[in-house]
């Protein structure tokens, strides 16, 4: 009887530490909070559409050289600001400083042998007028002189080509700017072609953006849009300076440029992505949607998704249906509505009801 009793107390004190666990693991699941970034996802109306665009420089160059050779210096790393004919790159040049040697060698040989033959025309013709020599002879002291000439050209023809070679050894800045890439080190061979610097120009920025082909009749140059940088917290104006007038090649995306305003550009960099709104009232054809940024989207086999976070600050996955694909943002055809929070970013692994800590 006392051992049915103990072995009775035993299986209640194993049922009570595993009920314990449980509880334990589940109120430690429960206070489980993740930080994460949110978002309100843009909509297109009937007043006009939106677009994906892309901050750039309205000048980039990008340095290489027509040489084969060693790299031998770089003056300058990215961020330097440099000034137009500032020396960027110089290439190993031996053959050439002894190839422009030789040139001015046949130089000075081609000009002590005109000199030479100048001086016999000029002794000739004096012989031709007291009827010393033919007219024959001076004819071939003439062609001698001319030939000697024309030999000191070619050579020096041979120097300007020898300097312009030179020039794709040191290399200038072609305009001034800012360095913004280093795709070589010092020692490295350069080969004609190869990229080793990219400068942009410095305070001269623009909006570079793809015009869908349905979208494309709103659109022309001259017209007024507004630019929202969302990673600056910025609304800024535009007005489209330029646009591609075919879309071959392109997938039905037209080029588009837009001008920003110089007091607008302080704290704008290159490469910064941006959403364009194009107001046009008279696109009645173009209903409203809802757009997000196309990394908030959950993948699951045929499925697609966002996490979206709940008046209790809980995450929550939202199947939705997808549309067009317009650059880094994407259409939703249905499943979300454009006062919801969707995440952007978490600081862990998001699932269906994990409480979040939304980032300011």
């Known amino acids: 009887m006392k051992t049915l009793r103990n072995a009775f107390l035993g299986m209640m004190g194993i049922s009570a530490f595993y009920s314990c666990s449980s509880s334990y693991k589940s109120e430690d699941k429960d206070k489980t909070i993740l930080t994460v970034e949110v978002y309100s996802p843009a909509q ?25 050779g060693y790299v031998n210096k770089i003056y300058v790393k990215p961020g330097d600001r440099v000034g137009a004919g500032q020396l960027l790159v110089s290439i190993s040049s031996d053959d050439i400083l002894a190839k422009k040697a030789q040139v001015q060698a046949m130089i000075a040989e081609a000009e002590a042998a005109a000199k030479n033959a100048q001086r016999d025309y000029e002794r000739f013709k004096i012989l031709r007028n007291q009827n010393s020599v033919s007219d ?21 023809q041979q ?57 494309i009749q709103y659109v022309k140059v001259g017209d007024v849009a507004k630019i929202e940088l969302r990673s600056l917290r910025i609304m800024l104006d ?19 440029k837009l001008s920003i305003d110089a007091k607008d550009k302080d704290n704008i960099r290159s490469g910064m992505y941006v959403n364009i709104l194009i107001p046009n009232k008279k696109a009645e054809d173009i209903l409203s949607k809802i757009i997000l940024d196309r990394e908030s989207v959950v993948y699951r086999d045929q499925l697609t998704g966002v996490y979206v976070v ?37 600081e862990g692994k998001l699932y269906n009801g994990v409480k979040v800590s939304v980032n300011k």
């Not at 360095?179 to 909006?207: R, W, Y």
């Open 136 to 156: 024959k002879e001076l004819e071939n002291v003439a062609l001698q002189n001319t030939s000697m000439n024309a030999k000191v050209q070619m050579a020096r």
């Open 238 to 256: 535009g007005k489209i300076s330029e646009l591609s007038p075919s879309a071959f090649r392109t997938g039905g995306q037209y080029y588009m």
């Open 44 to 68: 297109s109306t009937n007043k006009g559409f939106y677009l994906s665009g892309e901050v750039t420089a309205k000048q980039t160059a990008t340095i290489s050289t027509r040489m084969i």
């Open 310 to 346: 709940d008046d209790q600050n809980q995450a929550n996955l939202r199947w939705v249906r997808l549309g067009k694909i317009i650059g880094n943002q994407v259409e939703v055809l249905s499943g979300l509505s454009q006062n919801e929070r969707v995440v952007s970013k978490a």
């Open 159 to 215: 120097m300007n080509e020898v300097n312009a070679m030179l020039a794709y050894v040191n290399i200038r800045a072609p305009f001034s700017g800012v360095v913004t890439q280093k795709m070589m080190d010092e020692g490295s061979m350069a080969n004609p072609g190869m990229p080793i610097l990219t400068i942009e120009q410095s305070g001269e920025l623009q909006i570079v953006a793809s015009v869908p082909e349905n979208y």
